[in-house]
């Protein structure tokens, strides 16, 4: 019984992926899916599911094997569509029904949607770090992991075959023979082996809008390089004429204000990259957005920077969202990229990315441009 329950359950959880995965353009395109994301589950709308099932018609109508019938009759009964007609209708009407699926589910559905290749790490697959885990007992140690009960247990035993024990006054002294202490073995335990930047000008001209379709385009991307890798650290950047890190609130919060000096964001993820992710032991991704509105010459600077940080990366990402202004930096850094040694590793891989993001529509186009030759 439990058996078929769980055939039955997998079955129905297929059905959801399948009805997520025919709308996930969708689900992708807006932002309200940052909304229902709780702790590692996201909670999506999809029409209601009804499993197909028998139903007994008390009314005893004709129909198919009811009687005789002549060509071009109607099968079943005439009906209009469910809770239609004139007055009022006793038939149900379609509603959403609310599914969790976890991030990696999802995760899953993005890269067969996509067709996004696994990931193969540059540098160490894994970190590893000592942890030391109080599973063992031993004969020698600091008083204060002296082991109560298996000491006093000890020291029971030792006075009732000595004979030294009295019920009457059951005493128990330990003497140093019979105290055991906890102890400890260190195993190498995995720690976070990818580092991901995100930067985002958060200056005048970027609106609401612009400033969304960011912040939808790194949850998907960020989901999708949490299903690749075991642990993930990520750190996220804020930029108008100056730079700042900020905790992961405030970047899908922070309002817009202020001038652009693209610069400064890159000069920051480079010393944050340079002191903490060395790149022969961190998988490094660091992802720009901006609507490609800088100030003057800050576009060389910026560039000069990208160019410095490319060797430490494996991938640097740009993605410029459609806005009012004109938006030059994506050409800027383009022209700048072009046979740039740095920009390509010795396979051909892009290091470099760049992406024009037009609208929402626009985003799936561009995850696939950032990933999609497995970074």
Aim: with cysteine; aromatic share 10%; proline share 5%.
């Amino acid at each position: 019984m439990a058996s078929s329950i769980e055939h039955d359950s997998a079955r129905y959880r297929d059905i959801i992926k399948g009805r997520v995965r025919k709308e996930l353009k969708q689900y992708i395109s807006h932002s309200e899916m940052l909304g229902r994301k709780g702790k590692n589950l996201v909670s999506i709308p999809i029409p209601r599911i009804d499993i197909p099932h028998f139903r007994f018609d008390p009314g005893g109508s004709e129909g198919v094997g009811q009687g005789d019938g002549e060509v071009g009759d109607v099968l079943g009964r005439a009906r209009a569509g469910p809770g239609s007609g004139p007055g009022a209708g006793d038939q149900p009407g379609s509603h959403l029904m609310e599914v969790e699926l976890t991030l990696d589910e999802l995760a899953q559905l993005l890269g067969e949607f996509l067709e996004l290749p696994h990931i193969e790490p540059r540098g160490k697959d894994y970190l590893f770090s000592d942890k030391d885990r109080y599973n063992s007992i031993r004969r020698t140690g600091p008083e204060s992991l002296r082991h109560f009960k298996r000491t006093y247990k000890h020291a029971l035993k030792r006075q009732i075959i000595s004979g030294t024990y009295d019920p009457r006054n059951p005493r128990i002294v330990p003497i140093r023979e019979d105290k055991y202490y906890r102890s400890w073995t260190s195993r190498p335990e995995p720690q976070a082996n990818a580092a991901i930047l995100y930067m985002m000008d958060v200056s005048g001209s970027m609106g609401q809008e612009q400033k969304d379709i960011v912040r939808t385009e790194t949850f998907w991307i960020d989901t999708w390089l949490r299903h690749q890798y075991r642990s993930v650290v990520t750190r996220y950047i804020v930029h108008d004429v100056k730079a700042q890190e900020v905790d992961q609130e405030t970047f899908y919060h922070l309002t817009e204000n202020g001038g652009t000096a693209i610069s400064s964001a890159y000069m920051l993820a480079d010393q944050l990259v340079t002191r903490d992710y060395p790149s022969e032991s961190w998988n490094v991704y660091a992802f720009h957005f901006s609507d490609g509105d800088n100030w003057g010459a800050d576009s060389k600077r910026a560039c000069e920077v990208v160019q410095q940080m490319l060797p430490k990366l494996n991938l640097f990402g740009y993605g410029q969202v459609r806005s009012y202004t004109t938006g030059q930096f994506l050409s800027t850094l383009r022209d700048f990229a072009e046979g740039l040694p740095e920009a390509t590793y010795p396979d051909g891989t892009a290091r470099l990315v760049t992406s024009l993001i037009n609208d929402r529509d626009a985003i799936l186009d561009s995850i696939k441009e950032f990933l999609g030759k497995g970074a």
